[in-house]
């Protein structure tokens, strides 16, 4: 018996081509069920189901939406149930399909417009595993959770701890030169708690602490953007502000934790995850905006944190067409239309953020729209004067090009945090037009500087 990625259910063709391509863009192991009968017959034949893709996209009332989900989710009780509904139904139906047992709701005009889909289905299905570093594992400490070894060779993740098991001596020293163990997404708070019992205020202790922080910024902010894609809390304001609040929280601890950090660049290079074109390495580049926000006393670095959090949200927007060349580092593949759409994500991002009614700063809105702006006016998507660019919007569209110098595939070696600095920072000084000179100089002195030390708060 074989784990199934994705079950497709489904009687209509377009929508399982549909899913199947978003299925083979990400290499998921799927399979088409084209009726909820065949599902619930036939799903006990696989060992586990990670995720559904329901379409409910034909029925046109909201009590036949929500004996549908309620089937899928007797035949998939553990699994992730994203519902594609009709268009035509209010948003109120949205929320009755989530409260019969669906995990996100989705209207059929997005699931074939938007890459919204994508990103759900590969937070569940791809990224359920999340990378912790070996170095905060203590010796004869007890562990709740499992740990999961990465096989590289086919992206499978081996069960290499149990749970209620002590880390003994000798399989710390079998495992240390990964550097990186994985736990479920799902386990992320029993990891804290176990990172938080062992607080130290020397180096190592330091270091495990913020490496918390980053990943609780992370989780806090894929749970923002979830609430934005799904359809069925809508008018949920209240919702969209308090996790957003959280994000605003534990960025503000993050950076905390950051300047008082020996070296916080390694700390960000080394705990990030996430493929290029993805809104998961947004907070890779909110915590290295943060970093040199205190460096130069470039805004305040909270603010600029959440402006750089922010700020490529708006590829959810994308359609699925140019989110997959976008992904996969195509942008000269990109045609008319598809750069067209790749230029209007900044002004994506603020509508999506103030369709939740987000309590957004100027200063924050500002960075969200120009954050790919250029002081030579080649930038996107207003290209205003030079002298209307705010150095705080410079700031996260250079973070945003340290954090494509620096991420690498899971798998793969990663580039040295500090290499990858000197030579943005040369870059920088001989740059003409994509930032102004006197940020671009600012920037540029301590970038090549190797210097190992506390940023200044």
Known sequence: MRTLDLAIISPHQKFCERAKDLSTSFQFEFHVFRSDEDFFTEAESFKGITSVVLDCSYLEKPNEVAGLVQVARQGAPESYILTVIS????PEDARIAKTSGASLVMMESEYYSSCKAEFALSQVIRSAFIPVKTLDLIEDSELSFALYHLLPMNRRFLKVLKPDSKLSKAFLEKYSPAGDLFIPRKDLGAWLEYTNSFRAEDEAGLLR?????????NQSFLDLTLLISDQSSGASFAAGKEVYELCRKFAYELH?????????????????????GSVERSPAISAYAGILSSQNQIGLAEEVMIGALLADIGYLEFSPSTARKVRNNQMSQLNAEEQMEYHKHPIFSLNNCLSRRLPLTEAIKDMILMSHERSDQKGFPHRPRSDKLTEESMLVRLCWELDNRTQVRMGEKRPDIDEVKKSLGSALSADS???????????????NTSDRGTVSA
């Open 433 to 447: 037009g994509n930032f102004s000179v006197g940020f671009a100089c600012k920037i540029a002195k301590i970038l």
């Open 87 to 90: 268009s035509k139904l209010a």
């Open 209 to 217: 602490q913020c490496r918390s922080k980053f990943l609780q910024l």
């Open 256 to 276: 905390s934790s950051l300047i008082n950090t020996p070296d916080p660049w390694k700390v960000v290079a080394s705990s990030a995850v996430g493929d290029f």
